[in-house]
Structure formats: structure tokens, C-alpha cells
């Protein structure tokens, strides 16, 4: 499956992002979802994930009570709602997907991944 992420760009301290990544050719029906960061010199950082029933959630601290994920109904979009944003989140946000499970949160359980978007936080 491909993925394909949007939403990212420059914004203020205290602002907010919606990330969307959809899925081409197919609904993300089966597959749980996440979203990872990265910045240079480090490694992939998970930020959130979601079962594949939207019934299960999970988000990393860094990001808790700011960040929240969701996935449409129809089953092609997954979304990453960034509030309060903080020059520390400043990274390449990307999606990923894993077939028929439930909740993942390692990087390493995924299967598929997006491009990435890149999230500028300026001070």
C-alpha cells in the first residue's frame, strides 16, 4: 500500500497542524496506523497509533493532552491533530501502516510508510 502524507509546514509556538495521510488504491480498513518524527541524528520517535478499529489509541508523552490521532470512517484517512506546538516538535512527521493487526506502537512493527511531511515550530 502507498501513503501519501500532507498538513505539514511552518508555524508559530502555541499553534496547530493537522497532518492527514491517505492511502492510495485501498482503505486503511485492515491495518493499524501510526505517526513517527524524526530529526537528524536521532532516531525515528513514535507519536502516536490507533488500531485498525479506531477503538484503541496510543500517544507518546512527549506529545500527550497536545496530540491526538484519528482515522475517517470510510477508512482512507488517518490524522494527526497537533495543538500547542512546541519548537521541540520540529521534525519529519510520517505515517505508516501495518496489515491486519491491532494496536502497534514500535516503528519496527510497521510495514508501509509514507514520504513524510516536514513540521517547522518556530520560537
Known amino acids: 500500500v502507498q501513503l501519501q502524507a500532507s498538513g505539514g509546514g511552518l508555524v508559530q509556538a502555541g499553534g496547530s497542524l493537522r497532518l492527514s495521510c491517505a492511502a492510495s488504491?485501498?482503505?486503511?480498513?485492515?491495518?493499524?496506523l501510526g505517526w513517527f518524527r524524526q530529526t537528524p541524528g536521532k532516531e525515528r520517535e513514535t507519536v502516536a497509533s490507533?488500531?485498525?478499529?479506531?477503538?484503541?489509541?496510543y500517544i507518546a508523552a512527549s506529545v500527550k493532552g497536545r496530540f491526538t490521532i484519528s482515522r475517517d470512517n470510510a477508512g482512507t484517512t488517518v490524522y494527526l491533530q497537533m495543538n500547542s506546538l512546541k519548537p521541540e516538535d520540529t521534525a519529519v512527521y510520517y505515517c505508516?501502516?501495518?496489515?491486519?493487526?491491532?494496536?502497534?506502537?514500535?516503528?519496527?512493527?510497521?510495514?508501509?510508510w509514507g514520504q513524510g511531511t516536514l513540521v517547522t515550530v518556530s520560537s
Open positions: 505508516a501502516a501495518v496489515e491486519r493487526a491491532r494496536l502497534r506502537v514500535e516503528a519496527s512493527d510497521y510495514e508501509y
Open positions: 488504491g485501498r482503505t486503511f480498513s485492515s491495518y493499524a
Open positions: 490507533i488500531s485498525r478499529d479506531g477503538r484503541s489509541t
